[in-house]
C-alpha cells in the first residue's frame, strides 16, 4: 500500500509515517501547498498513491477568527483539493477534522457526540473543518472523514510542547497550576490514532469515523491525571473559562465516541489515562520512585 502523507513533519504526521513504514511517503508544508489545486494534482500524480493522508490544517484557533479567509482555504478548499486530486489519481483519501464540529452547550456529562450527532460549532476553525468534511466526501468517494481531539504524541510538536508536558513543566517549575473545568474532551494519543488510522484504511473502510481515546476528562481532569502519573506534587487551582478571554469560543462539551468502529472491525482506542500513562512513559517524564 503505497501512501502520501501530507504534512509529515507533523506530530501525527511522524506517527504515520513510522506506522506505515517502507510504503509511506511524507510531504512537509515546504513541499506542497494544499490551497494551490494545480499544483495538488500534479505532485499527487506523480507518486501514484494508493491513499494520500491529509494532516495540514491551519488549527491554531484564536488565529482562525482573525483570518477566516486562511482558515477556510486550508481546511476546506484545500482539504478538496488534496482529496480531488486523490481522486484522479485513483486514490483514497484521509482527512482529520476536530472535536470543534460540536458544540456542546446544555449537553450532560458522559453522553458524547457520535458520528450521527448534529454538529454545531461554535467557532471558525470548527466551521471551516465542518465545511472541509462535505467538500471531501463530495470530492471523493473513497474518503475517511476522521474526527479528532486534544491531540498529543511524542514527536515534537510545532508549538514546542503538549498539554502534559506544559502541565509537568509548570508543575515542577511553579508548584502550582491553574486549569478549567467547564470543557470536557476525548484526549487522543497520536500513535494510537495513526495505529487506528492504518486499520481503517486496511480495511477499505469509508466514510466518518470518530477516533479518540476512550472516555472524556475535564482539562482539570488531564492535567490531574498527569500528575498523578508522574508523581509530581502539585497544587491544582480549578477555574471556569472566562468569556472573552480569548478570541475563540471554546465548546464547553465535545467529547467523542464511535458507533460506526464495530462494524468496521476495528476495536475502539485504549481508554485515555492508559494511552496518557504510556505516552508520559515514553517521554520519560515518569518520576522514578
Not at 513504514?21 to 489545486?37: K, M, P, Q, R, S
Not at 486562511?70 to 486523490?86: P, S, T
Request: aromatic letters at 8%; glycine letters at 10%; charged letters at 20%.
Amino acid at each position: 500500500m503505497r501512501t502520501l502523507v501530507i504534512g509529515s513533519s507533523g506530530q501525527l504526521g511522524q506517527d504515520l509515517m513510522q506506522r506505515l513504514g517502507e510504503g509511506a511517503f511524507g510531504l512537509t508544508h515546504a513541499d506542497i501547498d494544499v490551497t494551490d489545486g494545480v499544483g495538488v494534482s500534479c505532485i499527487v500524480r506523480d507518486h501514484e498513491p494508493d491513499w494520500v493522508i491529509n494532516t495540514a490544517a491551519f488549527h491554531r484557533v484564536d488565529d482562525c477568527e482573525m483570518n477566516p479567509a486562511l482558515a477556510f482555504a486550508v481546511n476546506a478548499v484545500g482539504a478538496a483539493n488534496v482529496a480531488r486530486a486523490a481522486a484522479e489519481a485513483g486514490a483514497g483519501v484521509v482527512f482529520y477534522s476536530t472535536d470543534y464540529v460540536f458544540g456542546g452547550e446544555g449537553r450532560p456529562r458522559h453522553d458524547p457526540h457520535t458520528e450521527s450527532s448534529l454538529p454545531d460549532p461554535y467557532n471558525v476553525y470548527g466551521v471551516s473543518k465542518l465545511a472541509g468534511e462535505r467538500m471531501v466526501m463530495n470530492a471523493n468517494p473513497r474518503h475517511l472523514v476522521i474526527r479528532t481531539a486534544g491531540l498529543y504524541g511524542v514527536a515534537t510538536s510545532r508549538k514546542g510542547w503538549t498539554f502534559p508536558e506544559l502541565m509537568v513543566s509548570k508543575g515542577r517549575a511553579d508548584g502550582w497550576v491553574k486549569v478549567v473545568t467547564d470543557q470536557a474532551l476525548s484526549p487522543t494519543y497520536t500513535h494510537d490514532l495513526a495505529e487506528t488510522t492504518q486499520a481503517l484504511m486496511e480495511r477499505e473502510a469509508r466514510g466518518l469515523f470518530h477516533l479518540t481515546n476512550e472516555g472524556e476528562c475535564s482539562w482539570f481532569e488531564f492535567a490531574q491525571a498527569t500528575f498523578d502519573i508522574t508523581g509530581i506534587a502539585v497544587n491544582m487551582e480549578p477555574s471556569a473559562t472566562v468569556t472573552g478571554e480569548r478570541r475563540a469560543r471554546r465548546p464547553p462539551y465535545s467529547a467523542l465516541t464511535s458507533e460506526r468502529l464495530a462494524e468496521s472491525g476495528v476495536p475502539r482506542l485504549r481508554p485515555w489515562r492508559v494511552a496518557l500513562e504510556h505516552y508520559l512513559n515514553a517521554k520519560g517524564l515518569v518520576e522514578a520512585h
